[in-house]
């Protein structure tokens, strides 16, 4: 399946970027099959039209894909690499997450996640892991929120926050996840959530967990997490 | 705890990087107690020494951390691009694993594997995220190895490579794990497995998993299956 992200339903053709990978890359013509979603679960069955390079389609199948019977929160205090940001996205958009947002914290600079978190280039990243694992759903990103505020709004039916004092005592991810319902995991900076912060996510209803027995970078925490939800969901 | 790396047990000096990294990022000094591992178990507990740029250390302490009860052992076609590859050295050792191999297969380029997989880059990147994780075995990373005479020698007591014609009718990799076992896991390249390969695996042993319901890049698919085993292990 040639998938491509038209989030603009009534505009029928593809972006310049995508019309570029139709043509040098698929080398794709006029009158061959593609398929378009809007990220928001609409998947079109389209004809391709070629004209003067711009790559427009005639809609001629349409589907709503339901969404999962589940949902995969993630929110994280940013790496102080741009890259690592961006490939935790990716990677967490193949791996199945419906929302990603990056924290203000304590231990972390706001004017290092200006430099490191680009939404825009977040969301392209996002798009293109969506289409590339055959999704039909781009995950929501959020930056900028500052961490008591968003703690405070937070309304999943599990809320789980990693943090490990000591690993004996604190339960696994996998664990604490209930089937269909959803999940919000907190994930630390470098220098991990202060005490404070521990004790104000734990005073609104949020769980510690661990990820695990060796110690991960925050990027890594947040895939391992991220999957380990979704293994709990499918698995169980 | 600041934990270094020194494969020979006999040298009690640090190499350059490290020497740098002591002095210049976590600015120690003569007198400072640090940590060294050999990457092969041994932990052990130093006085640093700093004699004109060369880092020096007196042993004080030494014990030998014994391996974990399982093994994971993942096998890849390498991806078209070194710095997937070697994300993906770097997130597996965080994790969990204790042999990489990457293997050549029909549809993998020769040529491309010796651009896109340099082993001396990989075992320095294994041997940082060892350290960052606070780990104290190096995994075993070997590349080059011929699909064929790679399969038939395999010894793990579950073998397992990852294909899906068709999801419902394949378990997932997290299901066909045996507690403290060692679990050898392949890993397709980006055209997947050749039907003749995927049989050959099978007469040798080797049973087809999934690795859920998303269709992942190579790189994700060997991170979420290392993850996955090493959950497996952890939970049951």
């Not at 907190?186 to 949020?206: H, R, T, V």
């Given at each position: 399946?040639?998938?491509f992200?038209?989030?603009?339903k009534?505009?029928?053709?593809?972006?310049?970027?995508?019309?570029?990978?139709?043509?040098?890359?698929?080398?794709?013509?006029s009158?061959?099959?593609?398929?378009?979603?809007?990220?928001?679960?609409?998947?079109?069955?389209?004809?391709?039209?070629?004209?003067?390079?711009?790559?427009?389609?005639?809609?001629?199948?349409?589907?709503?894909?339901?969404?999962?019977?589940?949902?995969?929160?993630?929110?994280?205090?940013?790496?102080?690499?741009?890259?690592?940001?961006?490939?935790?996205?990716?990677?967490?958009?193949?791996?199945?997450?419906?929302?990603?947002?990056?924290?203000?914290?304590?231990?972390?600079?706001p004017?290092?996640?200006?430099?490191?978190?680009?939404?825009?280039?977040?969301?392209?990243?996002?798009?293109?892991?969506?289409?590339?694992?055959?999704?039909?759903?781009?995950?929501?990103?959020?930056?900028?929120?500052?961490?008591?505020?968003?703690?405070?709004?937070?309304?999943?039916?599990?809320?789980?926050?990693?943090?490990?004092?000591?690993?004996?005592?604190?339960?696994?991810?996998?664990?604490?996840?209930?089937?269909?319902s959803?999940?919000?995991l907190?994930?630390?900076?470098?220098?991990?959530?202060?005490?404070?912060?521990i004790?104000?996510?734990?005073?609104?209803?949020?769980?510690?967990?661990?990820?695990?027995?060796?110690?991960?970078?925050?990027?890594?925490?947040?895939?391992?997490?991220?999957?380990?939800?979704?293994?709990?969901?499918?698995?169980?």
């Amino acid at each position: 399946m040639h998938l491509f992200y038209q989030p603009n339903k009534n505009l029928y053709e593809l972006d310049e970027e995508e019309t570029r990978h139709s043509s040098k890359v698929l080398r794709l013509n006029s009158g061959d099959i593609i398929h378009v979603t809007d990220g928001k679960g609409l998947l079109q069955k389209c004809v391709l039209n070629m004209h003067k390079n711009k790559a427009g389609y005639e809609v001629i199948g349409s589907e709503m894909i339901p969404r999962r019977s589940f949902a995969v929160h993630i929110a994280i205090a940013p790496t102080r690499k741009a890259e690592r940001n961006e490939w935790m996205v990716e990677k967490m958009t193949e791996i199945g997450v419906e929302r990603i947002d990056f924290l203000i914290t304590e231990h972390t600079n706001p004017e290092t996640l200006n430099r490191v978190v680009n939404l825009n280039r977040l969301n392209r990243i996002a798009a293109a892991a969506m289409k590339q694992s055959q999704q039909f759903y781009l995950p929501e990103i959020t930056v900028n929120n500052k961490y008591d505020s968003f703690i405070r709004s937070r309304q999943e039916d599990v809320k789980l926050i990693a943090y490990v004092p000591d690993q004996n005592t604190v339960e696994h991810v996998f664990s604490k996840v209930r089937k269909d319902s959803s999940t919000s995991l907190l994930i630390g900076p470098e220098g991990d959530f202060s005490e404070k912060e521990i004790a104000f996510a734990m005073e609104n209803g949020f769980s510690t967990v661990s990820l695990g027995p060796t110690r991960l970078r925050t990027e890594t925490a947040a895939i391992a997490g991220c999957h380990a939800i979704n293994l709990a969901q499918i698995l169980n």
